[in-house]
């Protein structure tokens, strides 16, 4: 049925987005608690309707340093609900089409982020994102 398909949800820094079936809520000005001793991509934990959860600063894992202020964007990932900070949102946009992905990721690129064509954004893997091993504890 048309208007079915599924959308992205490009996120800032461009050329970085999450499938919309992945998000729970996009929350302005929400408070991070930051959590002593966790892995140096996590940003700290929120309270989303009454539960704490773990925040993980996207920007930093992208390689951009940490993310000051931001908008924080709750997803789904590995059946548990978590947060991704990064610096907004720039609205949805089409899936591009499964014949137009490149086969491979590029060399440099992290496991969690998908192949996509020439300027579509990558889309980030909620599950493999926590995987990712800067999400370990610094202790």
Request: proline share 12%; charged share 20%.
């Amino acid at each position: 049925m048309a208007g079915d398909e599924p959308k992205l949800l490009e996120l800032l820094p461009e050329g970085r987005a999450l499938l919309q079936d992945a998000l729970i809520q996009i929350v302005t000005g929400g408070h991070i608690a930051p959590l002593p001793s966790a892995g140096k991509g996590w940003a700290g934990v929120a309270n989303l309707r009454g539960n704490l959860i773990g925040v993980v600063d996207l920007g930093f894992l992208l390689g951009f340093g940490p993310t000051v202020g931001g908008l924080l964007v709750a997803v789904n990932g590995h059946d548990l609900q978590y947060g991704l900070l990064c610096e907004g949102i720039s609205g949805p946009r089409e899936l591009p089409a499964p014949d137009e992905l490149p086969d491979e990721p590029g060399a440099t690129d992290p496991d969690w982020l998908r192949p996509s064509p020439p300027g579509e954004p990558r889309v980030i893997d909620t599950n493999l994102l926590l995987e990712d091993p800067r999400l370990g504890a610094d202790l």
